[in-house]
């Protein structure tokens, strides 16, 4: 499921912004990320900077699960926002959202969408992704985004492969605070 997660965080960043084409470039009925990171990566790259993600977990359901672990998973909600710094340097910002996008498939994950809406800094997505040995996940993405900040919610509906089921909402924001520290 790890490997699911981050290609769900290159998605988030790689929705910043689009134009109105058709993503399924191929016109296979399957928009794989790279036809995706395609089509947002002519529009907008993000500038380089000093970043704060912010990560909050909405809700989970694990009914599947053992209590234990379900009371684990909600005690996630308890601790509030998540915020992290990072430094997205020139280097970074020039290789754009493709890049993110085919670091994602070289995690292992086996990700395509069922629908890929970036249009004027807003995103519509549903990601299926699949990971051997982990399982896999239908993420439904939606917010906007520029290439300075972004606002994303996801709720991810995913199967292991012991067949238990989890469903869990989470909203993510990054947020370019200022140049990078020297």
Do not use: W
């Not at 993503?23 to 089509?39: L, N, P, R, V, Y």
């Not at 519509?124 to 290439?147: K, P, V």
């Amino acid at each position: 499921m790890r490997r699911i997660v981050f290609a769900t965080a290159a998605t988030i960043a790689l929705a910043a912004c689009g134009g109105n084409s058709s993503a399924d470039a191929d016109g296979d009925g399957e928009i794989t990320m790279e036809e995706a990171a395609a089509k947002t990566g002519d529009i907008v790259k993000p500038q380089p900077g000093q970043y704060r993600a912010t990560v909050e977990f909405v809700d989970v359901e694990m009914p599947d699960a053992p209590q234990q672990v379900q009371d684990m998973m909600r005690g996630m909600f308890d601790r509030g926002p998540q915020s992290h710094e990072f430094c997205l340097t020139q280097e970074e910002a020039d290789q754009g959202f493709e890049e993110m996008a085919r670091q994602a498939q070289d995690g292992g994950s086996d990700c395509t969408f069922e629908k890929f809406d970036a249009d004027g800094g807003s995103i519509d997505a549903i990601m299926n992704c699949s990971a051997e040995g982990e399982g896999e996940a239908r993420m439904t993405l939606t917010g906007t985004g520029s290439a300075t900040s972004s606002n994303m919610t996801m709720v991810m509906d995913a199967r292991g492969p012991d067949g238990q089921s989890m469903k869990m909402t989470m909203k993510s924001s990054q947020e370019r605070i200022g140049d990078c520290d020297a």
